[in-house]
């Protein structure tokens, strides 16, 4: 393995909610404090076209590994190790050698592919496709491999058949989810009847990584399949959508088989979750009208009245240094002054916007984040030509929420396409 310290130059210092510092008058233990920042935590990424690398926030102190081409890429619950996804293959790495260990070495002909991996609430599992190796070929997964990432190896749940024309792609999510205590519930292969073709019957079954058994929890009508779930405590609800039957109506069914909503008329769910009073649904459709524009619903179980709601999901809020602040990413179409990281007081809401930004994440007592150094752009070329792409730059910025700092941490101009940080195990950051 080769180690290539990384020069990180740090600048730009900004601060909101505290007065502009002066460019004239950098604070005297700026240097420092990037210095301390820039050692919190600990980064793993893949830039297109290069091998993981591991490095501290800025770059620096950087481990090259000789894993390449990496879609995914996630911190492992003993921070000592990271899960990868490659060509097919699953890998741990150690953080510390870049060693990289395969998970499946007794099946060196098949691939096991996940965009995101499916991972267990305590971190110990992670569901992906598993389908024999067909270069240049669609995948034909025939089951989900659950991989155990402390003791190694995988076990197959299910089966799965699919139409050729109805395939997953490389790209396409697992039908599995993870109940909060660890319960794996999977939209597998059922019962053919006769003269019925091959991927129109499904079921939806729940297997227990510890018994390593399998209970079914519904077997659903033909053409259709489970394409979302919910839980909420002991209860769960999950979308049956129509996939050969197109003329079956989504519905939200619960764990019991009662049907807790039904869409008016044909169209999609493409979400659904409980609200945390256990009192309603939300729901992400696809309006049926001829707009095919995404709607948000909010539907109390058994009754048919819904109502319009704004967003499905509140933004996600990370917790800062300051117990009285938290930080969110916000986007909202063709609006960007209400898009971006936003300071949010806990006590009354109120948002202040800090600025472009996306992906906070909490290291220490600071909020890191990404914001755009150089954006992506076409290529300027024939018109009879698809435009091709070229790749922006991004680079990570640090959030102080005690005194309202902005710190830049990187100017690499990082292209990642697959990253995670971790924090590391220090004393909180000095102002």
């Not at 019957?201 to 259709?224: D, H, I």
């Not at 939200?252 to 008329?265: A, C, H, Q, W």
């Not at 939300?282 to 095919?292: E, K, M, S």
């Amino acid at each position: 393995m080769l180690r290539k310290p990384v020069a990180a130059a740090l600048v730009a210092m900004v601060v909101v909610g505290a007065g502009a510092a002066r460019a004239e008058d950098p604070p005297k233990d700026e240097a420092a404090r990037r210095a301390a920042l820039a050692k919190a935590g600990r980064m793993v990424r893949s830039d297109r076209g290069k091998p993981v690398v591991f490095s501290d926030l800025d770059g620096g102190n950087a481990l090259e590994t000789t894993v390449e081409n990496a879609t995914s890429l996630k911190w492992l619950r003993d921070g000592k190790r990271v899960l990868a996804t490659t060509d097919g293959r699953v890998l741990t790495i150690d953080s510390a050698t870049g060693k990289a260990t395969d998970l499946a070495p007794d099946a060196p002909k098949d691939v096991f592919v996940a965009w995101t991996p499916i991972l267990s609430p305590d971190g110990r599992y992670a569901v992906y496709w598993h389908s024999p190796r067909r270069d240049h070929l669609p995948l034909e997964p025939f089951a989900y491999a659950v991989f155990d990432l402390e003791s190694g190896g995988f076990t197959d749940v299910g089966t799965l058949a699919f139409e050729s024309v109805r395939r997953p792609g490389p790209s396409e999510r697992p039908f599995a989810w993870w109940s909060p205590e660890g319960t794996l519930y999977a939209c597998v292969a059922g019962d053919l009847q006769r003269d019925e073709q091959r991927g129109s019957r499904w079921k939806l079954v729940r297997w227990s990584p510890s018994g390593k058994t399998t209970e079914t929890v519904a077997e659903l009508p033909w053409g259709t399949r489970v394409t979302q779930t919910a839980f909420l405590g002991d209860r769960v609800a999950y979308v049956i959508d129509a996939q050969q039957q197109y003329r079956y109506v989504p519905r939200v069914v619960s764990g019991k088989g009662d049907v807790l909503f039904e869409l008016p008329e044909y169209g999609l769910i493409w979400g659904v979750r409980w609200e945390a009073d256990g009192s309603a649904l939300r729901l992400r459709i696809q309006a049926p009208d001829a707009t095919h524009t995404t709607k948000f619903w909010r539907v109390v179980p058994g009754e048919k009245p819904k109502v319009e709601i704004p967003e499905f999901d509140p933004p996600r809020r990370v917790a800062t240094g300051d117990p009285g602040v938290g930080v969110e990413a916000r986007w909202k179409m063709d609006d960007p002054d209400a898009s971006g990281i936003f300071r949010i007081a806990e006590a009354t809401g109120e948002a202040t916007r800090i600025g472009t930004g996306g992906d906070p994440i909490r290291v220490g007592d600071v909020v890191v984040f990404w914001r755009v150094t150089i954006p992506s752009k076409q290529k300027e070329g024939p018109y009879f030509e698809a435009p091709e792409t070229i790749p922006g730059t991004d680079d990570l910025w640090a959030y102080d929420a005690r005194d309202g700092a902005v710190i830049r941490l990187s100017d690499c101009g990082f292209t990642s396409r697959a990253w995670d940080i971790r924090a590391n195990a220090a004393e909180p950051t000095k102002r």
